[in-house]
Every structure is written in structure tokens, then in C-alpha cells.
């Protein structure tokens, strides 16, 4: 018999194909479980947390199911827990990025700076975050591309989180110095009471913010829902240049006055 | 204007016009034009169908971003410890008009009269947007602009509770119409200085249910009452 053929110690070619069929088997049962799981906590789960719970579900049953073929391997899994130090200490040293980028997953798992979803920025990646995996971070920028940055400099970079519920957004408009600020700052105001998704509260502020060269200037700070920011930062600023057209306030062009003397 | 109609409708109010026709060959045409702009919609159904008007959960325009519903009162309520009463206030009106076949509805257009306004209840990184409106006891007698809403407050506490904001669940949203008015209940109590759970409740006033909007939103582990955790002014 071919299977009863020893291939090393005592393990046989059955084993050995007892081992491999087992796992491919965790495989796919892992498969099947993270399946149904997605199926049935799909509204009752925010998906990132189902994500996590399906890597753990996924990998859990395979490492499970290889700890159960040990012993057919010939290997005592009590004894894993000295050869795992010493392979751990080899691997460290052998493959430390893959590693820094593991430990980093790990973390940014546990601390959770953000969720799948979020809109982010890495030093110069900015975009949604696609997925958080143990090794790297999917990040589907603004243009359509997907870039792959690993943990380990998600973990070490800057990372600014843009989600939030709301989210605010800034104008700066220079009107004439023979213009009323008054009148335009009621000119603005309009304008955003106006707009369904300026925010009530927080309330939008509008002032005085400097004297410039050529202009007085006005800042402008909104609050906007997140979902709808962006659409409303593009629609608010010609409605505001147009409000101030129609009330015969002027925004200037930068100019310098030169006088001659004889 | 609430109510349910046959085809073909022609239903001119508040400066709006409806019209539902259906031709020879089974195509029903929905057309609505006037102060609010204009819809137009085709609808293919073998069988006539019927139209439904009625208000709706005020959480739909300009766009559906939200389930929330706060009301800041036009004077500010205080209610004394372990003390409860009845508040009477308004919220804003949406007309939904439906596509009627047996059982099914389907919604086809949704309008109002009102301002829509937004704004934001607790933190900017934790808090909620809510659709926002300004109301009174001397309500808005248009039906088609404001409903009544009639709050039970019960305050728990042993302090006075000054009450100026609700917030509230629309997908949790009864909301029934007569002739006189577009109704709705709901109960607050109070439970510290803070923090109070708010529910919409069936409606005791008798009248016509109106179809509801957003029960697509509820899922299985949904809660049925909202809890207000940021204040109520």
C-alpha cells in the first residue's frame, strides 16, 4: 500500500494526505462559515467589525483544524510553544517588515484610528479606506485608484481622519473698502439660511477677518453634513459672489494705486 | 389633498397640479407642476392602478441624509421634579404620492411646502444630523405645511428640567390625517439634567394612517425609542 509508504519518521503518504485533505477541507468549511456569517449579521454588524470578525472566524477554523493534524505530523503541539519562541525570534530577523507591518495591523485593529469607509490622509494618500487587512491597508483614493500602503507606515505616518458628522468648510471673500461689510455679511447670511444643508447649529460664522491691500476681507466658516459637503462648498460660493453682485457689493480685483510725483 | 384617488386625477391645491393619466395602451403617466417645479414619471402596470397622497416622514428632502427629526420649541418649557405633561407642538409636513396596487405601494413623488433645514444634535464626531424645525403652541393651520405633533413629558428627575429641543426617531413615525389636521404622538421621559429617551406612540386621535416611508430603514436590532444623551436646549 502507498499510503502506509513512510515519508519521514513515522508519517505516512496517508498522513500526509490526511493532512492536506483536512486542511483543504478547514478551508473550505472556513469559507462556508464567513459566508453565512456575512449573510445573517450583514444589517445587525457595522461591516468593518464583520470584516474582523470573518478574519478571525476564517482563520480560526484552519488554524484549528492544523493544530487537530499534529499529531499525525508527528509533531506534539504542546512542544510548538518552545520551537514558536525560537521560530519566532528567526522570523523576526528574517522577515522584519513583514512583521513590523503584522504587529502595526494588530494595532491599528485594536485602536482603530479608522474605520473601512472613512475618508483619510496618509502623508500624501488621501481617500477612502477600502479595507484594513493584517499586513497593509487599502486606501481607494480620490481618483479611482487603489493604493495598498503596509501597516507599518499607517502606524508610524501622520494620519488625519476626515469623518466626522459634520464637517466644516472655509470661504474668504474680499469686498470693496467702499462696500458695507454689514450688508454683506446679512448678504452672506441670506444666502446660507437659505441653503438646506448649512447647518443651523453649528452655526455658520461670518466676519471680518482682515484688512488686505485691495479688499476687505471676510471669512466665511460653514458646517456642512458629511455626506453632502463637498456638493454644497461647490454650490455655495457662486451663489454667494451672485448675492453680492445683485446687492451692488463689489469684490475687487488686487490694485495698487501709484502716484506720480511732478 | 390627502386621500386615495382613481386614474385619471386632475388635482389643482396650494398651487400645485396633479395630474395621473392612463392611455389605451396601459401607460400611466404621473405629472405634477406648479410653485414646487415640475415631476414627471411613466408607470407600466397591467392593472389600473390607484394614487395615495398623504404626509409623509418629514426626513425626505431636499435629499434623504437622515432619520432624524429635531423640533426646537418656540419657548423654552420647564417642568417640574417628578412632574410630567403634555406638550403641544409642531413638525414639518412632506406629501408622499404613492402608486396603489392591492396591498402594494410604491412612492412615485414627495413634496413640501416647507423650509427644509438641517442641523446638528452633540458632537461633530458623535452627534447625529437631524432635519430641523422651529415650533410653537399657535401652529401653522395648513395642513399641508404643519402637523401636530402632541409630546408626553414626564420628567424622572428631581430637578426642574428645562426642555427647548426633541429629538426624535422618524422611522419610528406615526403619523394620521383628518380633514382638520396632519397628527402625531410621541412621549419623552426624562431620566437626568442630560440624558432622556424619546418614542413616537400611536397615535390616540382617530383618522387615516398614512403609508409608511422609511420602514425599509429599520433593521432587526433597531431600537424603537431614541435616546436624547447631548441636552434638551
Redesign the interface.
Known sequence: MISSERVFGNVTIGDVLFVTITLLLSVIVAKMLTIRVRRSLK??IERENLEILNKVIYYGVILFAFSLTLPRLGINPSSLLLAGGILGIIIGFASKSVVGNFISGMFLILERPMRIGDSISIDDVSGIVEDVRILSTVVRSYDGSCVRIPNEKVFNSVLTNYT???RRFDYRIGISYSDDAEKARKVILEVLEDH??V????APQIFVDSLGDSSVEISIRI?A?S??WFDVKRELLWKIKKALDENGIEIPFPQLDVKLKD | MYGCYDIPLNLTEAGIEIKVERDQTGKTTYGRSGILGEVSKTIVSRENPKVVICPVEPVNLPKRITRYLMIELDKEVLLGPKDEGTIDTGFPVEIGVFIAKRDKYSLIDVFSFTKQKFSLYGGVRDGIICRYWRSGPNLNKDKLVEGHLRLQVKNDTSDWIEIRKVVLDASEMKIVYSEDEVYSEAEMKILSRKVGEVRFRKPANGGTESIKLLKEMVVTAHQSKFIMEDGFK
Open positions: 444589517d445587525k466626522s458628522v459634520a438646506p444643508f447647518l443651523g447649529d453649528p458646517w453634513p455626506q453632502v
